[in-house]
């Protein structure tokens, strides 16, 4: 498989990496103006120097000026608490993987590549729609009629939980320190946001995240 | 219904924006570094001002830096002939009607909206995966699942000719001369090109466009 990876520089998407090292020709990070992209971009940047593989970031500002998210600059405080909680909500940018996947796919079919990688997974269904199954089936299907290569979409998580995909993480050696999750972007993980409360609880007995709380 | 139009400037979306008026609440045109986005975009503006339609454009730049297709200001030369010809084509933007449409889609669950509009039509088919039938029910499924609302994708124009197109601009009194076609984006229209000879046909016995040739 010649693929490419949706790669944000957060913990799922670098085990991703890791696990289709060889299958991976290029991996693209979006900057569409959430709190916290300049931090995971640049990890995302260092790990696939790391690994040899190609890296570039394609800049979507249109979201960050038209777009209502609490995740984006231009929208207000992140919540905290658990990530699974009504008020994550306020966290949805609205169709991002779509925009991302979609993207993504013409790319893939520019460069001749059969695949796009995404690492969206069973804990994201919960708040976000564009992260579930029939999401993800239908736009595959999108793809697949949409592109004269007839590009795939795969998503290897999107039934198994983030603490799965941390096993297979630490199986791999994924260097989790060199990863990044928090939505209020500081220069340490928060601790408290929704998403930072789920890296926890995923990479527990082996976390070397040093959160600030 | 309160709906997005994606809108070119071109015949066919002109004609979405005048039969669906009452129901449009912004129309966005995308420039993607297509040789003719300008001049495309310019009569854009014009019609929805005309209209009182709120109007807004936004730009792609990684399109013409990192896709490869002759439509394009990075791209060869636009070639000559009919529109269903082999040679056009190279005048595929890959996936193009996905990513419009995915930033449509999220653009309308941002704004509220119900429904995003494309005007792509039967003739485009043999030529443009993204236009087919196929693709545009699996895509509305995707935005369907993909946003919390279930904005809809609606595609009046999916089954019918450009022909067809122009009979109902008419009736509508779209005045044509305010839409730009050609490929090729000189100050009139070429003549030539796959879509200069498309346009010619759709608007025989009515056609205001003053050709080069």
């Known amino acids: 498989m010649n693929a490419l990876l949706i790669y944000s520089g957060g913990m799922d998407s670098t085990t991703l990496l890791y696990q289709y090292q060889q299958d991976i020709r290029l991996a693209v ?3 569409y103006g959430s709190k916290h992209n300049d931090r995971e971009i640049s990890y995302a940047e260092m790990n696939c ?14 979201i960050n000026h038209y777009f209502k998210s609490s995740l984006l600059q231009s929208g207000g405080d992140i919540p905290e608490g658990h990530y699974a909680d009504e008020n994550m909500k306020q966290t949805i940018v609205p169709f991002r993987n779509g925009i991302m996947l979609s993207i993504a796919v013409g790319l893939a ?3 001749d590549l ?15 729609p564009d992260c579930r199954r029939s999401f993800i089936d239908a736009f595959a299907d999108a793809a697949r009629e949409g592109t004269v290569k007839g590009v795939q979409v795969i998503s290897p998580y ?3 939980s983030k603490r799965d995909i941390a096993l297979i993480g630490q199986s791999l050696h994924v260097d989790f320190a060199a990863t990044y999750s928090c939505y209020k972007g500081g220069e340490k993980h928060c601790g408290k946001c929704g998403t930072c409360v789920e890296r926890k609880e995923a990479l527990e007995g082996f976390d070397p995240t040093v959160y600030e709380a």
């Open 29 to 31: 990070s979006f900057h």
């Open 158 to 160: 999107c039934d198994i």
């Open 114 to 128: 059969d695949a796009v990688l995404l690492g969206n997974h069973f804990g994201d269904h919960a708040i976000y």
């Open 109 to 111: 079919e520019s460069r």
């Open 49 to 62: 120097k790391k690994l040899g593989i190609e890296y570039l970031t394609i800049h979507l500002d249109f």
